[in-house]
Nanobody, 124 residues
Framework: QVQLVESGGGAVQAGGSLSLSCAPS????????MGWFRQAPGKEREFVAA????????YYADSVKGRFAVSRDNAKNTVYLQMNSLKPEDTAVYYC?????????????????WGQGAQVTVSS
């Protein structure tokens, strides 16, 4: 059974930093493309960042580029999202997702497995 367990998140003032981690189990982590998505109340789930199975290349939404950093440690079966210079519009539930494959996946419908979500709240 595949599970993606997220941790981190919380509340911070604008300009602050938070980090998220996601530890999948039940799959061969080093074969999976990992993504981060977020969903704010009343809005659709949107792509935030992603990283290739080897960790050699990363992808970001324009809204977070230069502020967020995605990384992974295949030895620890964990993917991370470091969020800096946070803004109130970053407030959302953040989800990690996994997709086996060698292409680039930025659409939420392309992912097979999802974490439970972690709340990130940024106050002004």
């Amino acid at each position: 059974q595949v599970q993606l367990v997220e941790s981190g998140g919380g509340a911070v003032q604008a300009g602050g930093s938070l980090s998220l981690s996601c530890a999948p189990s039940g799959l061969t982590f080093s074969s999976y493309f990992m993504g981060w998505f977020r969903q704010a109340p009343g809005k659709e789930r949107e792509f935030v960042a992603a990283i290739r199975p080897s960790g050699g290349r990363t992808y970001y939404a324009d809204s977070v580029k230069g502020r967020f950093a995605v990384s992974r440690d295949n030895a620890k079966n964990t993917v991370y999202l470091q969020m800096n210079s946070l803004k109130p519009e970053d407030t959302a539930v953040y989800y990690c997702a996994a997709r086996r494959g060698s292409r680039t996946y930025v659409g939420f419908s392309e992912y097979d497995y999802w974490g439970q979500g972690a709340q990130v709240t940024v106050s002004s």
